[in-house]
């Protein structure tokens, strides 16, 4: 525009973009040609940090069984038992979802879903980390 031109009252612009659930929570979804920087999925994030946490709680002795432990934290030992199986996943899926550039469909309710313990099996069935 130059001086002389008058501005619009209204400018309408096109944004193809679909909405997704992430993590219990709606996102808004690119198309694929646009990928703007993504953050980190924080129910994901939280989800490994309690996996790790209760592990290390686990293994130093500080709680015998998931079940004890469980019902300090006040859960389910089945769901528990879920969480923990995170810390069987591979190391550049867990960097992935730390950094936010995970596959748009390794949500919680995904990972929480019986996976591969083999780490290039994983990455086959996590497809896009």
Do not use: C
């Amino acid at each position: 525009m130059t001086r002389g031109t008058p501005i619009p009252e209204t400018v309408t612009l096109h944004v193809p973009f679909r909405i997704v659930k992430r993590g219990g929570r709606k996102e808004m979804q690119m198309p694929d040609r646009v990928r703007p920087e993504r953050t980190p999925d924080s129910t994901l994030v939280k989800a490994l940090a309690r996996a790790f946490r209760w592990k290390r709680m686990l293994e130093s002795g500080e709680f015998a069984t998931i079940a004890e432990l469980a019902e300090r934290e006040g859960i389910a030992p089945s769901y528990m038992t879920r969480v923990l199986r995170l810390t069987l996943l591979a190391p550049d899926i867990v960097e992935a979802i730390l950094d936010g550039k995970q596959a748009p469909e390794v949500t919680l309710a995904r990972v929480l879903e019986p996976f591969p313990i083999d780490w290039s099996e994983q990455k086959n069935t996590f497809a896009h980390t």
